[in-house]
């Protein structure tokens, strides 16, 4: 890994680790457990398609983890984390198939394969279906705020490809 | 648009819309009087009921149920409605919710693995 990319990537990790801690702080919108917009995936999206799987990946753990021991919710870390590692396990093969034109769409993708792992994650460990009344719900909210934060993506990603070429 | 890109487009549109023809059916809160007839609700902890109370008959209190992990949540029923008014978890999320609503989504604890839930009438108090 060259000294530039890990700098890029390191920059990433805390500009997203900002933006979740930040949202953290926002009223709930709905008082359903899991609805956010997460706003820090604006970060994982665009590094998917900037980066290889591997970084990708670093990238999104590092973040995970240490957003749960910022906001000292390690409980919650077993939920961010399977969400996020099927969210990336679906993003990545996906971005090959998807151009950058379509981001978007592999965001969404991504947002409801989050939704997937967190569900998953909960059934598990309530032992119980109790939770699966919220994945549709859940899924709903996913594919709005899939869509938010992959056209912020989309532009962020569209600049900094202009910035390259001059 | 290339022929996996439109492969994706028609999934995601399908979920979308099966999703939130189901959300909103979920999010539909049925009217319960429970002046007028029986409302049985159940609290179940780690997959046992621990209660199963019919709120037309219940007096207003608030008390607490305690988890295996010492961890606790205060539930409060008042005029014939019942909701987590208090919790040492750390999202709070049960507390957030307020009064149980709907049919098909409980009130979760998921730390303290807690559900609270309208259930059908019957069964031993």
């Known amino acids: 890994m060259t000294t530039k990319k890990l700098t890029e990537l390191s920059m990433l990790t805390a500009a997203s680790l900002i933006v979740f801690i930040v949202e953290l702080r926002f009223p709930d919108i709905l008082p359903i457990p899991g609805i956010k917009l997460g706003l820090a995936n604006i970060f994982t999206v665009y590094a998917v398609y900037r980066f290889r799987a591997k970084e990708v990946s670093l990238m999104v753990l590092t973040r995970v983890i240490l957003g749960a021991i910022f906001c000292s919710n390690l409980s919650a870390l077993i939920y961010s984390l399977s969400g996020a590692m099927l969210c990336l396990a679906g993003m990545i093969p996906l971005h090959r198939l998807i151009p950058e034109k379509y981001l978007w769409l592999c965001s969404i993708i991504g947002a409801m394969l989050h939704n997937t792992g967190q569900i998953l994650a909960a059934t598990a460990i309530m032992g119980s279906l109790a939770v699966l009344p919220f994945y549709p719900i859940l899924l709903t909210a996913g594919c709005i705020a899939g869509a938010f934060t992959g056209i912020c993506a989309q532009l962020i990603l569209r600049r900094k490809l202009k910035t390259d070429k001059e | ?125």
Not at chain 2, 24 to 29: D, E, K, N, S
Request: some cysteine; charged content about 25%.
């Open chain 2, 1 to 125: 648009m290339t022929k996996g890109v439109k492969i994706c487009l028609a999934v995601v549109s399908a979920v979308f819309a099966v999703s939130l023809v189901l959300s909103i059916r979920f999010l539909t809160a049925t009217e319960r009087d429970p002046s007028k007839e029986d409302v049985w609700v159940e609290i179940e902890q780690d997959k046992k009921v621990l209660y199963r109370l019919n709120l037309a008959d219940e007096p207003d209190r608030t008390f607490r149920i305690t988890g295996s992990d010492g961890g606790w949540n205060e539930i409060t029923i008042s005029r014939g409605r019942i909701c987590v008014s208090d919790a040492d978890c750390p999202d709070h999320t049960c507390v957030k919710n307020g009064w149980l609503r709907y049919d098909y989504l409980p009130i979760i604890c998921l730390p303290h693995k807690l559900v609270v839930r309208f259930c059908e009438g019957g069964g031993s108090e």
